[in-house]
């Protein structure tokens, strides 16, 4: 049992405790954790970057355990700016050839300059994820604070503030619950009377009012705005139901609803948009939070709070790590990423890992929208970057660590992402290119856009729908189920079709390249940003040829297909050495002449990782070379960058470089006091490339091989990891001690054969589903 939960008994009876803990621990096959799983401090949050994350895949809240005022700021998942639309510019396809013979002839300025002009999507923007208000509660009489604390329990999913004032005791506990759909909230004060409260709901949305919902309750509606000349059509709606103990509750004229007297009150919200599907808004946010509302407010706190925490753990619990402890594990969570700098703290590192699968639980469930910019959480109408889906790098990382720490099913809210953009893409691949198949650039919306935004030096990159096909192939390759990927190669083989109608032949070399393209947002000198055939698109499209070849054969299909696959894949650009000894970015030896020596993006290393075309066993030249590239480079970037370069090192086997990467940005120059990754401003992808990157430290598979311990650290001397995942069904236990691999034991749900690697050596296990394989040191001699 976790010290939050522990605590928390002041509000949860010790019985709904067991019953939390209990079911959770037999659906899931694991122990509770051994220790403290939770981020706790000594003050309220001051700003929004220290308030705690809740969600549960659709509603998400930020708590900011305030004393005399609180609030809870309350996202919803749809409430998105303007509505459908198509954004794909008319001109966009009679001007590809002459900007394409533009940047074959080096005349790179002008091809961007006449791309600016004729083939950007229009508005050149896209809709913004935003805010859906707050829950504002103003509390009366309260004496001096003292004996404060708050915390997130991220085992049992729920924010507690308590604290002492006049002698009286408050306890304070949030929850979102997937199954009763609504943000639940528990208010206590020791003794008979001492709760006085006002509750109001507040948005910053247009046509917003709030009134009265019967006796006890308050209806907020409203509607969303607009995004570059794009209006808002959705309606959206937030319904408060509170129940009091004791005491008397009215409407006061304010509209707020006013408890005086009461020793306890619970809070049920509920909130919804009409948004129905990316091409239909059409539906009734008041009648679906009326019926949400209905069975929520029937139920007591603590039933919420248990079902919470089961439906949590029933993910959360498959995957347990401990790292080692020093005293500063302690210490309240914002000093410790204040001291990690210059303390030992392994345990940091673990909470962190633990942290980054909390947060993708509470922002990507079945049935909801995928993980944002900013995860379910955004306190803004015009947050960073629009809180968008940025699918050069940033949504792809969202899910890096989804199938290996078991969290398959926070995969499916993008696979259905992608279902949507094979069809908006179908369209955009037409009339942009008049090509077969489906596109999307670098950018895409909750109205699934996706013609190339921002200005040709950014978005005219074609490949984020074909990066995304290869998440679906990882989905399929971890969990290897056959009617999923007869579900899935339909879009797969309409990305492929895609670039088989639209590359072209580079005059010079006479290889396959695409055009036009970039490698991402990095302007290489020579004009621009905007080239041909820039390696990540050639490494993306080996990857995306490569598995849907393989699609087709398992599912004996479309040999046609394959063989024109097969043709094209013979002919893409290869990779390239350049006189620094780097690994190309570009086809061009040009990376010495970029302006931005450190960029963020390390693009053309996708090969590295995510991918496995470039290992150090197998392609030890082409590694040697990423090796120089990432010393350019430099270790330190913008957090997300910060994470993808822990992975990369970790896949070139540098445990101790990761890691050294990893502690700069567990620090508080990349993450937040309440451990949001620090971009800045704050951006969720750096915390799940993080726990990526520890991941890839203990634990590589490709195909059917799996790399036990490629890249441990000796900062990490002693330890475990239980409930990794292979691809194949195979779940990987590991332990280590004084730096060395001293036991695994594999759970396989599928036969077949692995090849299990240790360094230079190397064990081929004949595994039979459901039963359980033990490795030692001696296995390797």
């Not at 306190?379 to 720490?405: C, F, R, V």
């Not at 190397?762 to 296995?779: F, I, S």
Request: aromatic content about 8%; charged content about 20%; hydrophobic content about 40%.
């Amino acid at each position: 049992m976790t010290v939050s939960r522990r605590e928390a008994g002041l509000g949860l009876a010790a019985g709904t405790l067991a019953l939390a803990a209990g079911p959770a621990r037999a659906a899931s096959g694991a122990a509770p954790p051994a220790g403290p799983l939770a981020l706790w401090y000594r003050q309220p949050a001051s700003v929004w970057t220290e308030a705690l994350p809740l969600g549960n895949g659709r509603v998400g809240a930020m708590v900011f355990g305030g004393t005399g005022q609180e609030r809870v700021q309350l996202n919803e998942s749809t409430l998105w700016s303007g509505q459908p639309y198509d954004p794909v510019n008319p001109q966009a396809r009679a001007m590809l050839p002459q900007i394409r013979a533009l940047i074959f002839a080096g005349k790179i300025a002008e091809a961007e300059a006449l791309a600016n002009r004729t083939v950007m999507a229009k508005p050149l923007g896209q809709m913004a994820y935003q805010t859906l208000g707050d829950l504002a509660l103003d509390f009366s009489g309260l004496g001096e604070v003292s004996a404060y604390r708050r915390d997130l329990d991220i085992d049992s999913a729920i924010a507690t503030t308590r604290f002492t004032a006049g002698g009286v005791t408050h306890v304070r506990q949030v929850v979102a619950s997937p199954t009763d759909q609504v943000v639940a909230v528990r208010l206590t004060a020791s003794g008979a009377g001492n709760l006085d409260v006002d509750i109001g709901l507040r948005s910053p949305q247009r046509d917003v009012v709030v009134v009265q919902d019967g006796s006890s309750g308050l209806l907020m509606t409203g509607r969303n705005g607009a995004t570059m000349g794009i209006e808002g059509g959705l309606r959206f709606a937030a319904r408060l139901s509170a129940r009091v103990e004791g005491g008397t509750i009215n409407h006061a004229p304010d509209g707020r609803l006013r408890v005086r007297g009461a020793k306890a009150v619970t809070l049920t919200i509920a909130m919804g948009t009409s948004f129905r599907r990316f091409d239909d808004i059409g539906g009734d946010p008041v009648a679906d939070t009326a019926a949400v509302i209905a069975k929520a407010r029937r139920r007591p706190f603590a039933r919420i709070a248990a079902d919470t925490a089961v439906a949590h753990q029933r993910l959360f619990r498959r995957v347990a790590i401990d790292l080692g402890a020093t005293p500063a594990a302690a210490l309240p969570t914002d000093e410790r990423i204040a001291a990690s700098q210059t303390s030992d703290d392994p345990a940091l590192a673990a909470l962190y890992f633990q942290y980054g699968r909390y947060l993708l639980i509470a922002s990507s469930r079945p049935g909801g929208q995928p993980a944002n910019l900013q995860g379910l959480w955004n306190d803004s109408l015009k947050p960073a970057w629009g809180s968008k889906y940025t699918i050069n790098i940033n949504t792809q990382m969202n899910y890096w660590p989804a199938e290996p720490t078991g969290l398959a099913e926070c995969v499916e809210p993008l696979v259905a992402m992608v279902r949507e953009l094979a069809v908006t893409g179908t369209r955009t691949a037409r009339d942009m290119y008049g090509a077969r198949g489906w596109v999307a650039h670098h950018n895409t919306d909750l109205w699934r856009a996706t013609a190339p935004i921002d200005g040709a030096q950014f978005g005219l990159w074609p490949m984020g729908g074909a990066w995304l096909c290869i998440h679906l192939w990882d989905h399929y390759d971890y969990g290897r189920d056959p009617a999923y990927l007869t579900s899935i190669y339909p879009l797969m083989a309409g990305a492929a079709r895609f670039f088989l109608d639209t590359l072209q032949s580079d005059p010079t070399t006479g290889f396959l390249v695409t055009n036009p393209s970039m490698s991402p947002e990095n302007p290489h000198g020579h004009g621009g940003t905007i080239c041909a055939g820039p390696t990540m698109d050639m490494a993306i499209l080996r990857d995306l040829f490569d598995r849907t070849r393989e699609a087709a054969t398992i599912l004996g299909t479309d040999t046609a297909l394959i063989a024109e696959i097969r043709a094209a894949r013979a002919r893409l650009a290869p990779y390239k050495v350049g006189r620094q000894g780097q690994l190309q970015e570009w086809q061009q030896d040009w990376d010495g002449d970029a302006p931005e020596q450190n960029h963020r993006h390390v693009s053309h290393l996708y090969g590295l990782h995510p991918s496995h075309q470039i290992t150090p066993g197998e392609t030890p030249a082409l590694a040697a070379a990423a090796r120089r590239t990432l010393d350019i480079r430099g270790d330190r970037a913008m957090g997300w960058a910060t994470a993808w370069r822990i992975n990369l090192w970790a896949r070139l086997r540098d445990g101790d470089r990761a890691h050294a990467i990893l502690r700069f940005l567990l620090g508080p120059e990349r993450t937040y006091p309440n451990m949001f990754d620090a971009h800045p401003p704050f951006q969720i992808d750096g915390n799940f490339g993080g726990a990526a990157g520890i991941v890839e430290m203990m634990m590589d598979s490709h195909g059917d091989t799996i790399h036990l311990l490629p890249a441990l650290p000796r900062a990490w001397a002693t330890g475990h990891i239980m409930g990794l995942r292979a691809r194949g069904r195979c779940t990987i236990d590991l332990w280590w001690q004084d730096g060395q691999f001293l036991r695994a034991s594999l759970r396989p749900a599928m036969d077949g054969q692995r090849t299990v690697r240790l360094g230079e050596r190397h064990r081929l296990l004949t595994l039979k589903a459901g039963t359980p394989v033990a490795l030692t040191m001696k296995d390797f001699a």
